[in-house]
């Protein structure tokens, strides 16, 4: 196999020396890279040598990196590229020994040239056995020493052999062809006593299937008269053997490298269907990659989406009435209710987090809306079950928040992690804790909204603005109740006029026009917790007053 160099690694046809100079430039590092020798390679001639990293592959230094203390990480960088090379160097050193095994087995005769598995071989080698030597029955037996077992893969002619006594007895097997002996036999007395041989038999011969001191079994002849094989039937029958136990022999090997480069093949799939789970293939495309194995520290992009919060109200009470393990399995069915309603909505679940879920919905705030009801009428549905077994029901609020945000891989050399970073996360986890504030189950900001295409297919009540903990503007508030059952989807649609109303009297310091309309709304539906929510902030405001400059921006000090 060629030698692995940092020179070729270096090379310009493969772009590597263009990439390494870009990362030099990014890091605005002083650097020079030279071969084992010292031989300048690349980087900036007039780096001062500082700091020296090895270049290593398989503990052998191919190169040196020199310069300030970013040099490290441009050495980790080649070292991996050097690696990788050598792997697939490697790689194909072994598909090409594989293929000249191969070739190997179909070069062997004209006829063992059209099989390549040792059961075909075998039956190939005992036909033409019984074409070339004058023969009644035969049989090919092999010894697999992974089940210390006789197999009979082949046999040809009359049925003279009871392939279940051959199986039974390696005893005596071991005697003859698997002794590593071939021969003529003209005692059959042992054969006869095992019942492995028909009375019609009356002459046998023999030679050991072998590959240098390997015995791999034996072809075995059988005749219906005394004294029917010749040295030359001998002579011969060794070279056939000889010949089919080197065929056979690759036709395990091809056979147990396809078998491993198989399993090989199913781990790593396995892996990968594994790591998505714990890295969602979304975030893994969103960085221009395929697989987990490209991505590296640092990459990162930015996107637009909407983040999705989701919290069960109250969890901590209900945790402490269950043990660990109930409470684990409690998490466990609560996350895979919600999980697939997110995937089927084109979102991706960025982290669990206990009781909690964020999701990340890349392409459309319309379809994480429409995640969000869906998760709630599944809850509603869970706790109509919950109800016929006597167990505690639940509640679960959903904030969501439309913006960009940062998505990559942080960490350090020794362990990675897939995070996000952004305000829009931030804003999104605290519209989500105003479902308790406001009494609501879903909660969306105006951004979202305006990113909707056709929000009059929801139905949504303006709540106000809000200024959340962590932000210097305010944000609209939009409540979508489309998830409610459908005496309260009744009630609040018929309501919604008179909710509206009730709204711009309170964001207008008009609270005995707001306490009128949210009284109408609550007479007509005492469910409405919103309203009522508006009812009592409106009546505390006509009594203690409001200041001057009051907007109606509620301001969030706390998660």
């Not at 002794?179 to 006593?193: F, V, Y």
């Not at 490209?294 to 009470?317: A, H, M, P």
């Amino acid at each position: 196999m060629p030698r692995v160099t940092l020179k070729n690694i270096l090379s310009k046809k493969n772009h590597t020396e263009t990439l390494v100079l870009s990362l030099i430039n990014e890091m605005n590092a002083q650097l020079i890279i030279t071969d084992e020798k010292n031989i300048y390679l690349c980087g900036k001639v007039e780096a001062s040598a500082r700091y020296e990293h090895p270049v290593k592959l398989q503990d052998e230094i191919i190169g040196w990196v020199k310069g300030d203390e970013k040099s490290v990480h441009v050495a980790s960088l080649l070292t991996l590229l050097v690696q990788k090379e050598f792997e697939r160097k490697n790689l194909g050193n072994e598909v090409l020994t594989l293929y000249q095994e191969v070739n190997m087995v179909f070069n062997f005769s004209d006829k063992l040239a059209q099989a390549i598995e040792p059961v075909s071989i075998a039956q190939i080698a005992v036909d033409e056995a019984m074409h070339l030597i004058n023969s009644v029955s035969a049989v090919v037996v092999l010894w697999d020493e992974a089940s210390k077992q006789l197999q009979i893969p082949a046999t040809a002619g009359e049925e003279l052999f009871n392939k279940k006594n051959l199986a039974r007895h390696a005893d005596v097997l071991l005697k003859i062809g698997l002794s590593g002996q071939s021969e003529i036999m003209s005692d059959l007395t042992a054969l006869r006593d095992a019942e492995i041989i028909d009375s019609k038999v009356q002459s046998i011969v023999y030679a050991a299937l072998k590959v240098k001191h390997r015995i791999m079994g034996a072809i075995i002849l059988a005749g219906d008269e005394p004294m029917q094989y010749a040295a030359s039937d001998l002579k011969f029958l060794i070279t056939l053997a000889l010949q089919s136990s080197s065929a056979i022999e690759s036709a395990l090997l091809y056979e147990k490298n396809i078998r491993e480069a198989r399993e090989r093949e199913e781990a790593m799939r396995r892996v990968y269907e594994v790591t998505a789970k714990f890295v969602p293939y979304e975030f893994i495309g969103s960085l221009g990659h395929k697989f987990i194995t490209e991505v590296k520290l640092g990459d990162q992009v930015e996107k637009n989406v909407t983040v999705l919060f989701t919290d069960i109200r109250d969890y901590t009470s209900l945790s402490e009435q269950m043990t660990p393990e109930e409470n684990f399995q409690f998490v466990s069915s609560y996350n895979e209710r919600m999980g697939p309603i997110i995937r089927n909505h084109n979102g991706f679940i960025n982290q669990y987090l206990g009781d909690a879920i964020m999701a990340l919905f890349p392409e459309s705030a319309e379809a994480s809306l429409t995640a969000a009801i869906e998760m709630q009428q599944n809850i509603y549905a869970f706790n109509a079950v919950q109800k016929t077994k006597n167990l505690p029901t639940i509640k679960m609020g959903i904030g969501m928040h439309t913006g960009s945000l940062i998505m990559g891989i942080t960490g350090d050399k020794d362990r990675l992690d897939a995070t996000t970073i952004s305000d829009t996360v931030n804003t999104a986890s605290r519209i989500e804790s105003l479902t308790k504030h406001y009494k609501a189950s879903i909660l969306l900001s105006e951004i979202t909204l305006q990113q909707i295409q056709h929000p009059e297919n929801f139905h949504l009540r303006y709540l106000g603005k809000v200024q959340v903990k962590g932000r210097h503007s305010s944000i609209g508030i939009y409540e979508c109740f489309d998830s409610d059952d459908e005496e309260q989807l009744i009630n609040k649609k018929e309501t919604l006029k008179l909710f509206n109303e009730g709204i711009h009297h309170y964001l207008n310091k008009s609270f005995t026009g707001a306490i009128k309309c949210f009284l109408s709304v609550t007479e007509i539906n005492p469910e409405d917790n919103t309203a009522q929510f508006f009812l009592d902030h409106s009546m505390h405001c006509l009594q203690k007053g409001v200041s001057e400059n009051w907007s109606g921006v509620v301001e969030m000090t706390n998660k």
